[in-house]
């Protein structure tokens, strides 16, 4: 038998939200019941125990993009109160594309996680870029402020289930992969990059990373 042709095979579009769920059944009750509008006890305790979230974004057209951050725990972002979450902007490769894209469209969807836990913990909220001196000085790491600080009104927080990181086994000693089965840093981009030099990328990105870390 042979194989179909791009134009033989049929797509089936998703356009609408009635379309959704004839594929999906509704969730369950407790699926939206869960959803906070602020951070209690287990949420801060959560963000406590954390050294690395994901924070997305979107430009005004649109367009999104997803960017991780990470910290020493308890470095990693600061609540000032019950709706209201501190992140700090340490130095980086100064693209600044989630600034950009706050900017335009000031909101961030965050997921966290903890090391071990098979659970997550989102959190949606409007995001306003700040360099107010007082809010940069909770997150400061060795006497090293950040450059700015996101400053997150909790709009939505809740915990997400084990599932996803369960199936990916992210977290089990057995599955980690052999760092030799990809290039480095700076073999990719010597790859992509006309005239680029890998030995001297990854010579650089390793003094960043011991010398301007924080």
Same mark, same amino acid.
């Given at each position: 038998?042979?194989?179909?042709?791009?134009?033989?095979?049929?797509?089936?579009?998703? =356009?609408?939200?009635?379309?959704?769920?004839?594929?999906?059944?509704?969730?369950?009750?407790? #699926?939206?019941?869960?959803?906070?509008?602020?951070?209690?006890?287990? &949420? %801060?305790?959560? *963000?406590?125990?954390?050294? @690395?979230?994901? *924070?997305?974004?979107?430009?005004?057209?649109?367009?999104?993009? #997803? +960017?991780?951050?990470?910290?020493? $725990?308890?470095?990693? =972002?600061?609540?000032?109160?019950? %709706?209201?979450?501190?992140?700090?902007?340490?130095? !980086?490769?100064?693209?600044?594309?989630?600034?950009?894209?706050?900017? /335009?469209? $000031?909101?961030?969807?965050?997921?966290? @996680?903890?090391? !071990?836990?098979?659970?997550?913990?989102?959190?949606?909220?409007?995001?306003? *870029?700040?360099?107010?001196?007082?809010?940069?000085?909770?997150? #400061?790491?060795?006497?090293?402020?950040?450059?700015?600080?996101?400053?997150?009104?909790? /709009?939505?927080? @809740?915990?997400? &289930?084990?599932?996803?990181?369960? %199936?990916?086994?992210?977290?089990? $000693? =057995?599955?980690?992969? /052999?760092?030799? &089965?990809?290039?480095?840093?700076?073999?990719?981009?010597?790859?992509?990059?006309?005239?680029?030099? #890998?030995?001297?990328?990854?010579?650089? /990105?390793? =003094? +960043?990373?011991?010398?301007?870390? @924080?």
């Amino acid at each position: 038998m042979r194989n179909k042709t791009h134009k033989e095979l049929r797509t089936v579009a998703i =356009a609408n939200l009635e379309d959704l769920r004839t594929v999906y059944r509704p969730p369950a009750p407790r #699926a939206g019941l869960k959803v906070l509008d602020h951070l209690d006890r287990h &949420c %801060r305790r959560f *963000i406590a125990l954390s050294p @690395f979230y994901v *924070i997305s974004s979107a430009r005004s057209d649109g367009r999104a993009d #997803a +960017s991780p951050r990470g910290d020493p $725990p308890g470095s990693l =972002a600061h609540v000032l109160d019950d %709706r209201t979450l501190l992140l700090p902007d340490r130095p !980086g490769n100064r693209q600044v594309d989630t600034l950009m894209n706050l900017v /335009e469209r $000031p909101y961030v969807g965050l997921l966290f @996680f903890v090391p !071990g836990f098979t659970e997550t913990l989102r959190i949606n909220g409007r995001a306003e *870029i700040s360099t107010d001196p007082e809010l940069l000085k909770p997150l #400061a790491i060795k006497g090293k402020l950040p450059i700015s600080v996101l400053k997150v009104t909790v /709009e939505e927080a @809740f915990l997400h &289930c084990a599932k996803a990181l369960i %199936r990916s086994r992210i977290w089990d $000693p =057995a599955a980690q992969v /052999e760092r030799s &089965c990809f290039p480095t840093y700076g073999q990719v981009l010597a790859d992509q990059i006309a005239g680029a030099d #890998a030995r001297e990328i990854d010579a650089g /990105e390793e =003094a +960043s990373a011991r010398d301007d870390l @924080f």
